[in-house]
């Protein structure tokens, strides 16, 4: 019986925390990164690892906003589903959060090919926080997890290659302001999924982009790749050439570690995942997606650990195998001006013993290599198609984007519909060349800073509202000292001036002026607290993000009455959040009340966002007592004397 390929919608009912409020201050520093080299050891890396490594960084996450308003309170939650079916294969896809694949099951067995998380809980792992663990996910942007993790995609039906449904995911990536898609279709009787992507620059200028598809699967599984040799990365922070890891050796590793397998030039890409009996997942693409990794949490208890937190505990670990444009994941690729970049990917069941040339052997008879080469070639011919009935509805940023330059990206339309609340001021900018005032007193909403932008700020009437985001702008393009310059002008006639205070004292703190980054975040926190008008989220976002930075410029000065008088002015829940029961730890401890932090580890907390590679539960241990740390609050990632 033939089975058309179709595709549905559904609703995936999980345990889930729920997201929470973005933070409103502009995040003029990035987040703890510990995926990136030391500059002292680039000399000794091959020469394009070591010139890409260092091309283009990230300066901040402008203009994404950081996300660390979810918590760990866990209730069934409803999320829009797309299913991809054929006869041999069903994909399940969330378009709200990342267009991840959250599932791919073999029909033939039943059988799951990919690590399912059973629930869903933010982590801070994405490069703007907000992050889950489980399936395929898209990378793009820059080192580490997309700042899409938990976003929405446009998502709608598209002819397929072979005349079927394809369904396509389309967003406006910000970080690097490019626009890409991924297409996923299931041929007639097909045991592979396929997914084309393709990232296009339409600056008149080059662009760093990156891209890793990251597929979670289940730790227990031995993974496979044709290579002899791979790049190890720790949390030390150093790339080394080593074996491949054995499978024998991976499970007695003591921390995490990503291995980037060092594939020779002529062979097919692909990387495996099989269990005992040798059933699996296997991934393959066109040779332009060249790297392959793996990454293990190791079998110390803060790998453990973090395995409990992104999931329920007891309900298995996973691994990661991925899937990059570069050879690792701490470089970035130069994208030309005006041009684009696309390659076609497959996921599908794979049986074989353990040697690599048999995998290979079976996957070659399986899915050619020349087929996949075809099939993308295929792909590419339909990649322009405009999408039919629209499934899912993205962000509005890049409509902006599109009537600001009015580009042509055939087959990802983005829609004046899609415009909201937040792109409105910016529209009103680009037509009437000035921000507009806020009809009511509010946090300031999301700063764009691409240089068109910034020349848009700079030549509009100077209204305060206008040079805290050119201030903000101009900080992120590295002229400091204007930015500075442009709120200091600012607070002259701000009817707000918390906003523009906070941004000055993350400037003073910049420069090492301490001291006075203090004095600014208690000006700044007595006009908020002033200013508030309610106890709606936004002013208990605002409250809590800088009521946080507050206490902690204030304690590394050694200001604790200070310090005390902005905790007591944080909302009864804000200080009842895990986060902030760590910080309350740390004060008490500054105040000289040893035993009342104590006591706040002995009462339990979980601090919701501690960062990936984050230490700050041991290390205020440690000034506590010379007790062993516990197992609930144990998240290091590395060797104790690393």
Known sequence: MVIVTTIRREVLTLPAAELGPDNPLPPLRLLHEVHRIED???????????????????????????RDGYGRAREPREFDALVIE???????????????????????????????????????????????????????????????????????????????????????????????????????????????????????????????????????????????????????????????????????????????????????????????????????????????????????????????????????????????????????????????????????????????????????????????????????????????????????????????????????????????????????????????????VRPPGETLVAPHWRDMLETAPATPLTEYHLGVAQWHSGDRAQAVRSWERALELAPSLWPLLRCLAVADQESGNHERAADRYADAFDDLCHERRDGGERWTAATAALGREAIEAMLAVRRTAQARGVWERLHPATRERGRFRLIEAGLLLAEGRREEALDVFRVGFEAADLREGAEAIGRLWSRLTDEPLPAHYDFRMRPPDA
């Open 86 to 440: 054929n006869g041999r294969l069903r994909a399940t896809v969330l378009p709200g959060l990342g267009g991840r694949v959250a599932s791919l099951v073999y029909k033939p067995t039943g059988r799951e090919l990919l690590y399912r998380n059973p629930v869903f809980q933010p982590a801070n792992f994405a490069l703007n926080g907000a992050w889950y663990s489980g399936g395929i996910e898209w990378n793009i942007g820059a080192t580490g997890h997309t700042t899409l993790s938990c976003s929405p995609l446009h998502a709608a039906r598209v002819p397929a290659p072979d005349g079927g449904e394809m369904l396509r995911l389309w967003e406006w990536e910000r970080l690097r302001d490019l626009p890409f898609q991924v297409d996923l279709w299931l041929p007639e009787d097909s045991d592979f999924l396929y997914v084309g992507v393709r990232i296009r620059n339409p600056h008149e200028r080059p662009v760093s982009t990156y891209w890793w598809s990251n597929i979670a699967v289940p730790e227990e599984r031995r993974v496979l790749a044709p290579a002899e040799e791979a790049w190890q990365f720790g949390y030390e922070r150093r790339l080394r050439k080593v074996p491949a890891p054995s499978c024998a050796g991976i499970r007695q590793l003591p921390c995490a570690a990503d291995y980037f397998y060092d594939l020779p030039d002529a062979r097919r890409r692909w990387i495996a995942a099989l269990d005992e009996d040798g059933h699996g997942l296997v991934q393959t693409s066109t040779d332009l997606l060249r790297g392959r990794k793996l990454f293990v949490w190791g079998k110390g208890p803060g790998g453990r650990r973090w395995q409990q937190w992104l999931t329920e505990p007891g309900t298995g670990g996973y691994s990661e195998i991925q899937a990059g444009l570069a050879r690792t994941q701490l470089e970035h690729v130069r994208l030309e001006a005006q041009s684009e970049v696309s390659w076609l990917e497959a996921y599908g069941p794979l049986s074989s013993p353990e040697a690599a040339d048999e995998v290979e052997a079976r996957l070659e008879s399986a899915l050619p290599r020349a087929g996949v080469d075809a099939a993308h070639a295929a792909w590419k011919q339909h990649a322009d198609t405009e999408p039919g009935e629209i499934l899912a509805v993205g962000s509005g940023w890049g409509a902006l984007e599109v009537l600001r330059a009015d580009w042509k990206l055939p087959g990802t339309p983005f829609d004046e519909g899609t415009l909201g609340e937040a792109q409105e001021p910016w529209l009103q900018l680009l037509r009437a060349g000035a921000f507009p005032e806020p009809r009511r």
């Open 40 to 66: 002292r050891d680039r000399d000794e890396l091959p020469r394009d690892i070591a010139r890409q490594a260092g091309y283009e960084p990230l300066r901040s996450l402008l203009p994404v906003r950081v």
